[in-house]
């Protein structure tokens, strides 16, 4: 089954896709997606073009033109940072979006920040309220300039999550996941707890050993349902999962999807087709009904892992892009259909519509009950 909207696709006479230039429609390898609600607003992070595009009701056709933008100056420029300074309404590289229906995260990548606004934007280019990783709104620059990570700085930071009045923010490029207890109400507050390392200034691969069930290589999303954490170590090919809240910094998993064991980091596992235990770099996680749903982005796929009953190992018993589980290519090695994908990077779900950010296809789809 096809998806029910696509928002960004746009083709040539030729059949192939037009120049991405940026416009109210258009998205050029958008890597976030995030419901206010099932009827809105909705969010896209249009990462290409260094901006984040609003609706404020979720579309009902193809190629809906989005309502507001933050970023740009308007819908027609591009460029990081709108050509300029680093400011409280700028983005570069924005990826991760996180809401809970009264806050909105984002997480600015490129600028190793996460930018808080603590109502829902209304206006287009309307100011953060908080920033993290940074000690205010001029600061763009990886662990605010230091060699050594800290408590409160940011350094590729992909993803972003709010749950149980918490927030979760993967800290990609100092391979951990930062944890603040409740929500952030001042700029550069620090975190209050960290996964992946051993401690608040470490920042190497997988701890700075083997890889395991503490370290991490990629961390890119976080989802928190069911009384479990789950973290998508997109270098390692894995989905690591903590059952119930850890209670100390660098707490181990329990147990993680994608490999055999705590040791195994190849894609795929070592073989070029995957397979339903196997997974290839997965970028985006989210939980529909009872099923945790990866978005398993070199495999160019969307599979679903029953949650009651997940242990190590398991195996997906829902598939989405692709025809088997062994199969791999990008859009099944066509032109790009309804129910094709290529290098998805976000998954999320509201009320029983999923949101996927196909990102090679510069597009966003809408399923109802993709998986």
Request: hydrophobic share 45%.
């Amino acid at each position: 089954m096809g998806a029910r909207i696509v928002l960004g696709d746009h083709l040539a006479a030729d059949g192939l896709p037009a120049p991405l230039l940026p416009s109210r429609a258009t998205l050029f390898g958008p890597r976030g997606v995030a419901f206010a609600s099932r009827q809105g607003p909705f969010f896209i992070a249009d990462t290409g073009h260094h901006r984040l595009l609003v609706w404020r009701t979720v579309p009902n056709t193809d190629n809906s033109p989005a309502d507001l933008l933050i970023g740009q100056p308007d819908f027609n420029v591009e460029g990081r940072n709108a050509g300029g300074n680093v400011g409280p309404a700028t983005l570069n590289m924005p990826s991760g979006i996180a809401t809970d229906g009264r806050v909105l995260a984002v997480a600015d990548a490129w600028n190793h920040r996460i930018l808080i606004w603590c109502s829902l934007p209304e206006v287009n280019n309307q100011p953060a309220d908080i920033v993290l990783g940074q000690a205010d709104f001029s600061g763009g620059l990886a662990n605010r300039g230091s060699s050594n990570a800290g408590p409160h700085t940011l350094n590729w930071c992909y993803g972003v999550t709010i749950a149980d009045g918490r927030l979760f923010v993967a800290d990609t490029g100092n391979r951990r996941v930062l944890i603040w207890n409740t929500l952030p109400g001042e700029n550069g507050q620090p975190a209050d707890m960290v996964l992946g390392q051993a401690g608040m200034t470490i920042h190497d691969d997988n701890a700075g050993a083997e890889a395991s069930a503490v370290g991490m290589r990629w961390p890119h999303a976080i989802v928190v349902a069911n009384g479990r954490i789950f973290v998508a170590d997109a270098g390692n090919s894995r989905i690591m999962v903590w059952n119930g809240f850890p209670n100390a910094d660098g707490a181990p998993a329990s147990f993680v999807i994608g490999q055999a064991g705590f040791e195994a980091v190849d894609h795929n596992r070592a073989a070029y087709e995957p397979s339903a235990h196997a997974l290839q770099m997965p970028y985006g996680i989210t939980v529909h009904d009872d099923m945790l749903v990866c978005a398993d982005t070199g495999n160019s796929r969307l599979v679903g892992f029953p949650l009651p009953g997940l242990a190590m190992d398991a195996a997906a018993t829902t598939l989405t892009g692709q025809r088997r589980f062994s199969d791999k290519g990008d859009n099944r090695w066509r032109f790009a259909a309804r129910d094709s994908l290529c290098w998805p990077f976000a998954v999320t779900v509201c009320d029983g519509l999923v949101a996927v950010a196909d990102t090679g296809n510069n597009r966003v789809l809408l399923w109802e009950a993709a998986v």
